[in-house]
């Protein structure tokens, strides 16, 4: 039974009317359209127009691009549509997550690196302002997965680092900025990623923790969540054995499902223990760890019979609802699921106040409200994060401060960095014209020029050439990739560290904060987390003593390995 005047829907009788009438004035080719939310692959507004009106879809996500063209895309689509929709986007490290132009305020383990709890619900009201203001309702946001395991290719800079209760605090701080500003957040991945090395769009991975230390960690962060008002989860393609076995004693290893598609995780753990009582939407179902679990006919329709309310995106739009629409035929989908699925997702549409503001005419905000899309109070907010996050992991040799007078000439190798997080300007150029300003002689290495240098040419030299050496790796890290390493270049490690007893040498990572399993040999580490605009100037501030390190560690960066630590 749904309780709509309960968490997190809190629905007045005038809402729930409307609710209850929207609903029973559906066919049930509108209610099937409801339970989609589509990927945004148009910008031709006659073919949104024929998606509306042929499939009805409860909800669509852009990925970013042009803050005005998103703009006009989201108006266009609530004024096609018959029910308002849910217009979804990725905004965990701030607006930039739609519009092109939104402020990249910093990676949620650059906010853990801060261990400032404000920052956290900036990053909340920056995600919630500059997304309302493009049209954006919902948030795929925040990700609330533990980084336990180093080696996990998707966790990394996407959480709030591996201590659960630093995890819970941020993410609590992040909805309340979000939810304030008019934005449903979406409660990632359940049951939880971070646990194994393995990436959930590639093979369905695995939380193997038990029943007690899954309630300690995630069930403990998921409860709060809930508690406080989370209006929406999305059930990741990841497995917990231990839950799945504690509802079904007697299921087979083979058949276990990861969460978005098993009865036990998100009926019995999801709505049943931890009480959850909103919208669940599955994540990406294009994911392999989605679609190799069964025939895909039998999957879509199996994700809402298991206990989602709602698909995340298609692989073929027509196919995909003729699947959904031959569920409902064969009972796989009862009509009283149907029903609760979509009256789940119209009370979380008028939570949001969308079925007033339809009505209204203001479902869009005023175009002049771009404005706030990296304004100058997010800007100044960005820059402070960098000050208090930005981390100096070990400098055992004492190299910090740097005075560019006695350091002067500097080389400066760039790992990575072939285009920033954001699609913006290498960030390479930007740390490197930072170090001219503060009176570094500084040069980038390019391998036709300092390939004979650093290869073969006397050790002697290379001492008389350069002070120091900066290496700068802007290595992404991203989904459909099994690791984030360094590779140096041929022959035998071009660009490898192994002049750090000749020349003082730092190692500055802007992006994934596990390097030093791949360079334990530099004494001087620095983590920044984030590849935003704001972190070059500040990291060049710190390295020269303008400015204290203050950031702290929310993870592991020696990857637990002895020899990285000295």
């Not at 404000?118 to 203001?133: F, P, S």
């Not at 791949?518 to 060049?540: C, H, R, W």
Request: a negative charge.
């Amino acid at each position: 039974m749904i309780d709509l005047k309960a968490n997190p829907f809190f629905l007045k009788d005038g809402d729930i009317a409307w609710v209850e009438k929207t609903l029973d004035g559906m066919s049930e080719e509108e209610k099937v359209g409801q339970l989609f939310c589509l990927h945004g692959d148009s910008d031709d507004f006659n073919e949104l127009r024929r998606i509306v009106e042929a499939y009805h879809p409860g909800a669509m996500m852009y990925r970013p691009g042009a803050a005005e063209k998103i703009y006009e895309i989201h108006k266009l689509l609530q004024e096609e549509s018959k029910t308002p929709m849910l217009l979804a986007a990725n905004l965990e490290a701030g607006g930039d997550g739609i519009g092109n132009e939104g402020t990249f305020f910093g990676r949620q383990i650059q906010v853990a690196a801060s261990d400032n709890t404000e920052q956290a619900y900036r990053l909340g009201v920056i995600a919630g302002r500059e997304g309302a203001a493009v049209g954006c309702n919902w948030a795929f946001a925040p990700v609330v997965d533990i980084d336990m395991n180093f080696s996990n290719p998707i966790t990394n800079v996407r959480t709030y680092g591996s201590d659960p209760e630093r995890v819970k605090r941020m993410s609590l701080a992040y909805m309340k900025g979000c939810q304030e500003n008019g934005v449903a957040v979406s409660v990632k991945h359940f049951p939880g990623d971070g646990v194994d090395d393995r990436d959930q769009h590639l093979l369905a991975s695995v939380n193997s923790l038990s029943v007690e230390e899954w309630d300690r960690t995630y069930g403990d962060i998921y409860s709060a969540m809930i508690r406080n008002g989370a209006k929406t989860i999305m059930a990741g393609h990841i497995m917990q054995p231990a839950y799945t076995r504690y509802f079904s004693p007697d299921i087979k290893d083979e058949d276990i499902m990861p969460g978005s598609l098993s009865p036990e995780l998100l009926q019995g753990l999801l709505r049943g223990k931890l009480e959850f009582n909103g919208l669940i939407v599955t994540d990406a179902t294009a994911m392999v760890g989605f679609g190799a679990m069964g025939r895909r006919e039998d999957l879509i329709p199996g994700a809402i019979a298991a206990g989602c309310d709602m698909i995340l995106f298609t692989r073929d739009l027509e196919e995909d609802v003729a699947s959904m629409k031959k569920g409902i035929q064969d009972g796989v989908v009862t009509q009283e699921r149907l029903d609760e699925a979509v009256k789940r997702i119209l009370a979380t549409k008028a939570s949001l106040g969308l079925n007033t503001r339809k009505k209204n005419n203001t479902l869009m905000p005023p175009k002049e409200g771009l404005s706030v899309l990296k304004c100058q109070e997010h800007i100044t907010w960005a820059y402070q994060l960098a000050d208090e996050s930005i981390t100096l992991v070990k400098d055992t040799q004492k190299l910090i401060p740097v005075d560019p007078e006695k350091k002067k000439r500097a080389m400066v190798i760039v790992l990575g960095d072939a285009v920033s997080a954001s699609g913006k300007p290498a960030l390479g150029s930007l740390f490197i014209e930072e170090l001219k300003k503060a009176g570094f002689k500084a040069e980038r290495f390019d391998e036709k020029l300092h390939g004979a240098l650093f290869y073969k040419a006397p050790v002697k030299q290379l001492r008389e050439t350069y002070d120091i050496v900066f290496y700068f790796a802007n290595i992404k890290t991203a989904s459909n990739q099994t690791t984030v390493r360094i590779n140096w270049k041929p022959p035998m490690g071009l660009d490898a560290p192994w002049f750090v007893k000749e020349i003082p040498t730092v190692f500055i990572s802007i992006a994934n904060p596990y390097h030093l399993q791949d360079v334990p040999m530099i004494s001087t580490y620095i983590n920044a987390y984030t590849a935003n605009e704001f972190n070059p100037k500040v990291l060049v501030e710190k390295i020269t003593g303008k400015s204290e390190f203050k950031g702290k560690a929310p993870n592991d960066p020696y990857c637990g390995y002895w020899d990285a630590a000295f």
